[in-house]
């Protein structure tokens, strides 16, 4: 089987009953995409599938091959965050992280296909996402916020100082 | 190469059909063979080892998804996925929205729904009661043979035979009343489906008052509480049978309510 990952071609040994997320873990060595449940029930594992979010571990492989697959390591980098991760680094939408890149890849797909600022929608949208943190309000506001268009200093936020002193404090 | 955690799916043989004919020679006549249509509700079963089929037949490839009208009778593939159904009419459009989110509807295939088994923790099928209101036809293939019969005739045995594709009249009116989730991942707890054909008949049925869809004849005269008659509500992770009892005449009389207005 060969699979496109953040457009680098893999070709790999599981079978095609293989649930993604494992080949991708394990196989490939994408670990954006986290093992939460295991059984579609929590949405950590969320990867784009041809621009569309889904569970990477309720997929067969053999779905995936043929197609462009993006997880949170495709769609921006640290140098050159995405909009929607500035968004989440601005507004604190991450806490301990574990839900993060598929919130992130949800999201991502509900900007992608035109999707406004209503909270109403955006909980629509990562609907079946959780949080055990449960800092759901950071991080509808910064959907909104992305979907708005507003742009972030991030060197005025907490995570954007940290980057600054720890390369400073390393010197 | 060894995968830790995952399922040992090298016991495995996997087919993935290119089309019906392929798919109906692929299932054989189902002997330990496990369908997988979208994966949704099979894949943590295998992950987690509670299926260890000899075969798995993926059914992904095999183009049998897509929405036909012929006049008045709509044909819905097997492999058609949930959120396809949500912009239709009621039952049917109202009842796929209800189905988990939206990343399980867009995968999830309205085949592997109706087809889903039993589960001790919650009632699988949530598009079973939709489909019972709307008095539709499965068609479905064993061993080789291609049969059409009453999706009620055909719930039963859903185990033992590749659904192909569901066909319905359109109805002059639908309902559809369910339990909000607790949490979008849950299967639907209970809901109740109507709908009125050309000819005036009203069909009722209800997902998640037994073990899989069922209809409920003694209430479709309009007696919303003789529904009891028909179904013995249980127990599971979702709700009491005692919640049940209570809850499903509120949702018939819902639905019949609905049916009423849209005379």
Redesign the interface.
């Known amino acids: 089987m060969n699979l496109t990952v953040n457009g680098v071609s893999h070709e790999v ?7 993604l997320l ?1 080949v991708l873990r ?2 490939v060595g994408v670990t954006g995409p986290k ?1 939460g449940c ?4 929590c ?1 950590a594992c ?1 990867v784009l599938i041809d621009g ?4 990477s ?4 492989a ?2 995936a091959e043929g197609t462009a697959i993006t997880t949170v390591e495709g769609i921006g980098s640290p140098e050159d965050l995405a909009p929607i991760q500035q968004a989440f680094v601005h507004y604190y939408a991450a806490q301990c992280g574990f839900c993060t890149s598929g919130m992130m890849l ?1 999201a991502q797909a509900y900007l992608d296909r035109g999707g406004s600022g209503d909270p109403e929608a955006i909980q ?2 990562l ?2 996402h959780v949080c055990r943190c449960t800092g759901y309000s950071k991080i509808i506001d910064a959907v909104a916020a992305a979907a708005r268009g507003d742009s972030f200093d991030l060197t005025t936020t907490a995570v954007g100082k940290h980057t600054t002193m720890s390369n400073g404090g390393a010197a | ?1 060894a ?5 040992s ?2 016991a ?1 043989e ?1 087919f ?1 059909p290119a089309s019906e004919e392929e798919a109906i020679a692929a299932f054989g006549d189902g002997t330990d063979v496990v369908v ?1 249509g ?3 509700i099979v ?2 079963d ?3 080892r509670r299926l260890e089929p000899k075969k ?1 037949v ?1 059914l ?1 490839r095999s183009g049998m998804s897509g929405i036909e009208r012929d006049g008045s009778r709509v044909t819905i593939g097997a492999t058609t996925p949930v959120q396809a159904l949500v912009d239709l009419p009621s039952p049917l459009g109202p009842c796929a929205a209800n189905v ?5 509807r ?2 999830g295939t309205v085949g592997g729904n109706l087809c889903a088994a039993e589960s001790p923790e919650a009632p699988r099928g949530d598009l079973q009661g939709a489909f019972l209101a709307l008095g539709a036809t499965a068609r479905s293939a064993a061993g080789g043979e291609v049969t059409e019969e009453p999706l009620e005739d055909f719930l039963p045995k859903r185990g033992e035979r590749l659904l192909l594709s569901v066909s319905f009249e359109e109805p002059a009116a639908g309902a559809y009343a369910g339990l909000d989730r607790p949490h ?2 849950d299967y639907t707890a209970l809901s109740v489906s109507g709908a009125r054909a050309a000819d005036g008949t009203v069909r009722l049925a209800a997902t998640g008052a037994g073990s899989h869809g069922q209809r409920l004849p003694s209430a479709e005269a309009g007696d919303a509480d003789a529904a009891l008659n028909d179904v013995s509500p249980h127990d599971d992770a979702l709700a009491s049978a005692w919640y049940r009892s209570k809850v499903l005449p509120v949702l018939v009389r819902r639905v019949l309510d609905e049916l009423k207005e849209s005379a």
């Open positions: 040994g599981s079978s095609e009953l293989t649930p494992d394990l196989e093992a295991h059984q579609g029930g949405g969320t569309e979010p889904r569970r571990c309720l997929l067969p053999g779905y949800a629509h949208a609907g079946g | 190469m995968i830790a955690s995952v399922a799916d090298a495995t996997v993935t997988v979208g994966g949704t894949v943590p295998l992950t987690y798995a993926l992904g988990a989110d939206i990343e399980i867009s995968q979008t991942h």
